[in-house]
């Protein structure tokens, strides 16, 4: 059964991407655009999802994830571009 229309995402879909660590409708959209268009379909994405084990929120929640936080391109900029930016 489809659960977004817009752009043909199925609920087996849905639960592949939330099984290879998609454990939020945000997360859902940025790997398959469910969720981005009329918005129609979010509620039902997070039906789906609930609220059961996250593999990769028991990964950040063991500090394992610290690196990826890091390397969040929204996080502020690191020392060594600030260094860089005074060089110049």
Same mark, same amino acid.
């Given at each position: ?39 129609? =379909?979010? +509620? &039902?994405?997070?039906?789906?999802? *609930?609220? %059961? !084990? =996250?593999? +990769? &929120?028991?990964?950040?929640?063991? *500090?394992? %994830? !610290? ?22």
């Amino acid at each position: 059964m489809y659960v977004c229309s817009c752009f043909g995402i199925t609920e087996k879909q849905v639960k592949e991407h939330a099984e290879a660590g998609a454990c939020t409708p945000r997360q859902i959209a940025s790997v398959s655009k469910a969720g981005t268009d009329c918005g129609s =379909c979010v +509620r &039902r994405i997070q039906g789906l999802l *609930g609220r %059961g !084990a =996250c593999p +990769r &929120r028991e990964l950040l929640d063991q *500090g394992e %994830g !610290a690196g990826v936080l890091a390397a969040d391109p929204l996080a502020s900029p690191l020392p060594a571009a600030a260094a860089l930016d005074e060089a110049a």
